[in-house]
């Protein structure tokens, strides 16, 4: 693996958000694209929206992050195969993330979350050391 899929996996992660907005979107009756928040907000029923709606939330906030560790390990000079790797593991699990979150699988999507937070932490913790060391 090499940078490019590290870079090809930023890609991909700036756009999970959007692949659970439209699911949440597609689940609810009557989606109005006029006043979309107002909608939104009244879908308390239907917790596959709000499910959705959760994982597109997530997804933004975990995007941050990672982009920030793939650039910094890179430029700190980690090994472009190890960034790859963790970067790939993000995506894999995030993407799961997503899917339990929809179905509403609580345990296994905070694991799940937690892998990819600790990917995130890693590419960190290896710019930092590679840097102080």
Known sequence: MTLATAYWCVLIAAILPYVWIVIAKGSGPNYNNRNPRAWLAKQDGNYK????????????????PFAAGVVLAQLAG???????????AFIVLRVLHGVLYVADVAMARSLVWLGGYLCVLALLALAALRITG
């Open 78 to 88: 980690v090994d472009h195969g190890r960034i790859a790797l963790l970067a790939v």
């Open 49 to 64: 929206v709000q499910r959705a709606h959760g994982a597109h939330l997530n997804a933004f906030e975990a995007f941050a």
